[in-house]
């Protein structure tokens, strides 16, 4: 297997190389899209500065810790939507039958879909969530160690790998319904309106859904709150709350393995 590895890394780089090429032929459009998505997510950022301007506190937290814990969760979902963030079409894409072109290739469908097109608005994610994440952490109530920074690059790839989990579940789930995307909204929504914030705040029984069924805590709030030293706010074991990066590591896996399990019973619409 780890024979393959190299091959399937260099065939992603080769055909996501090709799709930004295509997209960098409209040099306006670049710019443009580019700086659409640093406002889209910096609307966020700035209501976040407006409702602690009015309150102070939110559950206890101060605006360094939030902005610090919404700073990661903007990284971790600039480190899924820039690789795989070509995942949101694949309801288009069954329904359209271009799938049906994947089955034929000697490429792996899931890495056709992740190469499908390189959306632009997803660098100026990128650009937001890194710089967000160095400004806030450097104002964080945080004693960086070497450990701590290298504990805070896992966390970060950790929530990645939990919005990409949720996202491959979904392309499993498009083979059956067609269309998920009401399902796709209603996540990515639900992830960037309230996982950037303390979700002990929603009370107990909300915070254990969003640990279990729809597993945002995992994408910032947890693993912020090692760095943070506030652990004893969040009612699950201590060494749980540690390993929260490894969960996304599972996420994905779970959701990729009921990806290829979905993928028999894609039926094409023959168009």
Not at 89 to 100: K, P, Q, S
């Amino acid at each position: 297997m780890a024979d393959h590895v190299p091959s399937w890394f260099r065939q992603y780089v080769i055909l996501e190389r090709a799709a930004l090429r295509a997209q960098l032929q409209y040099r306006v459009n670049f710019w443009t899209t580019l700086m659409g998505g640093v406002a889209y997510q910096g609307t966020q950022l700035l209501f976040l500065g407006v409702l602690l301007s009015k309150f102070g506190v939110i559950a206890g937290w101060g605006f360094p810790e939030i902005a610090f814990v919404f700073s990661m969760r903007l990284a971790s979902h600039a480190l899924y939507v820039v690789p795989f963030g070509s995942l949101m079409m694949t309801d288009f894409i069954v329904r359209e039958g271009d799938f049906d072109r994947y089955l034929l290739r000697p490429v792996s469908p899931f890495l056709q879909l992740l190469t499908r097109e390189f959306r632009l608005m997803s660098l100026g994610d990128g650009v937001l969530g890194i710089g967000a994440l160095i400004i806030f952490g450097l104002h964080a109530p945080v004693d960086w160690t070497a450990p701590k920074l290298g504990y805070l690059i896992v966390a970060v790839i950790g929530g990645s790998l939990v919005e990409t989990g949720i996202q491959t579940f979904f392309c499993g789930l498009s083979f059956l319904a067609t269309s998920t995307f009401s399902l796709r909204i209603f996540a990515d929504d639900s992830i960037t309106r309230f996982s950037g914030y303390p979700l002990t705040m929603f009370g107990r029984g909300v915070f254990y859904g969003f640990c279990t069924a729809f597993p945002m805590a995992f994408i910032a709030f947890l693993p912020a709150t090692v760095l943070l030293g506030r652990t004893s706010d969040v009612p699950l074991p201590t060494w749980l709350t540690f390993a929260s990066p490894v969960v996304g590591l599972a996420v994905f896996a779970l959701g990729y393995a009921f990806f290829i399990r979905m993928l028999p019973t894609y039926t094409s619409p023959g168009t």
